[in-house]
């Protein structure tokens, strides 16, 4: 069975803080790791990795993936209130002709002013 | 990018009703689309993967017949809840991968269906 397990499960920092956020990961035929942010509804996208050692930039936030030791981590610096979210990390195994994700518990960021 | 809408965003049903949740790729067609439940502070689970034209694959523990789905055309998912009960009260998210782009493309979400069945 495909597991994705994400760490540490809640973190509060305070605006300016630089953050790590992790994801391991289990999985057969896998293809893609991929970061969401979820605030209220649905989970927006952030990220997708399927090489190793590339890091992926955007703004503020960066991933990267180890296909190796099956773990990703997902930073933040600089770290403001917008970002308090659940951050969601997903694999994606190929099932067929499609690809099936199966997400990680999330790790519920609080970022106080 | 891709806009995928669902619909209801929210539904109160009385037990014992059925209730009908629409997803829609807005600007790309698509193939696949998998639904998703969510229970509060917890993660995503698939519930089931919708095909175009074929059968809906279900995800193991969830029921055929009390959770239908039905991908009618390559724009449109739906997922019927059958004979609501309280337990099945919870929040609903689709989502959608573009037909042909698939390798390169991450899969957009709705913006989920709060479902409260009193």
């Known amino acids: 069975e495909d597991k994705v397990v994400q760490s540490p499960l809640s973190l509060v920092v305070h605006e300016g803080d630089t953050v790590t956020l992790n994801c391991s990961y289990e999985v057969t035929n896998f293809r893609s790791l991929l970061w969401y942010k979820q605030e209220k509804k649905a989970p927006t996208f952030l990220f997708m990795l399927?090489?190793?050692?590339i890091e992926k930039k955007s703004g503020r936030l960066s991933s990267i993936l180890d296909k190796k030791e099956l773990f990703s981590i997902l930073n933040i610096t600089a770290t403001q209130t917008g970002d308090s979210a659940v951050y969601l990390c997903a694999v994606e195994a190929i099932i067929i002709s499609y690809g099936k994700l199966t997400f990680g518990q999330g790790t519920i960021l609080t970022v106080h002013p | 990018g891709a806009v995928v809408s669902q619909h209801p965003s929210r539904v109160i049903c009385k037990s014992g009703t059925s209730v009908k949740i629409e997803c829609r790729s807005l600007d790309f067609q698509a193939t696949t689309m998998f639904w998703y439940r969510q229970f509060p502070k917890q993660s995503l689970m698939l519930m089931a993967t919708s095909n175009e034209g074929s059968k809906a694959t279900y995800e193991q523990g969830v029921e055929k017949d009390k959770f239908l789905i039905n991908h009618a055309s390559l724009t449109l998912s739906t997922l019927t809840v059958t004979s609501a009960h309280p337990e099945d009260s919870s929040f609903y998210i689709c989502s959608a991968r573009k037909t042909g782009g698939f390798w390169n493309t991450e899969a957009f979400f709705g913006q989920g269906t709060r479902l409260t069945v009193v």
């Open positions: 399927t090489s190793s050692g």
